[in-house]
């Protein structure tokens, strides 16, 4: 099922429709705890809310599910993750703010690494980033950059960043985010 078609049919419906998209797993101060809240203040009540705890379970798995999709898109390039040059674009946990609390971005970088991809990031609003004591600065976005990696990542979909250069350069694009719609296919895989 194409979840970004269902999001568009379900956006016909004239009133009260509330788009949430999907993406690389969710971040900042309060969505990531706040419904565990509610599973345990139901609890409390004798009430087991199985779909909050299946929920927070999907949105906890999704940085490793991000990673394995992205490895199953390098090999059919014949590229292993191990050893790819892997470029993980916006470290913040969603589009256009500065907040880089539970950012999914980060997940996928630490389980990138784990499976041996050689990550780096570029995020327009986190120019250094610290990470496991390692001090790691943004990379500029530019022809040359771009076309380094065997994929690039699109973890929070900043409005200032040239995504028409993005397609034009890169290699490979898992675009988590549907910036491109549909757009660049056998380029551009989507979540």
């Not at 994929?151 to 549907?178: P, Q, W």
Request: net charge positive; charged share 25%.
């Amino acid at each position: 099922i194409d979840i970004w078609e269902v999001v568009r049919a379900a956006a016909t419906k004239p009133f009260g429709f509330m788009p949430f998209y999907p993406g690389p797993g969710v971040g900042g101060h309060c969505i990531p705890k706040d419904p565990l809240y509610l599973y345990w203040k139901a609890k409390s009540f004798g009430f087991n809310s199985r779909f909050i705890k299946l929920a927070s379970n999907i949105i906890n798995n999704m940085p490793e599910y991000i990673v394995k999709r992205i490895e199953e898109s390098l090999s059919r390039q014949a590229k292993k993750i191990k050893g790819a040059k892997i470029l993980v674009l916006g470290v913040t946990y969603k589009k256009d703010v500065k907040d880089l609390r539970q950012s999914p971005g980060i997940e996928v970088i630490r389980a990138l690494k784990k499976r041996g991809a050689v990550v780096s990031y570029s995020d327009p609003l986190t120019p250094f980033l610290k990470l496991n004591g390692i001090n790691l600065r943004s990379v500029l976005l530019s022809k040359q950059n771009i076309r380094r990696f065997d994929c690039i990542l699109i973890a929070a979909d900043h409005s200032s960043v040239n995504y028409a250069a993005l397609l034009k350069n890169a290699k490979l694009i898992f675009d988590s985010r549907n910036v491109f719609k549909g757009a660049g296919r056998g380029k551009v895989e989507r979540l």
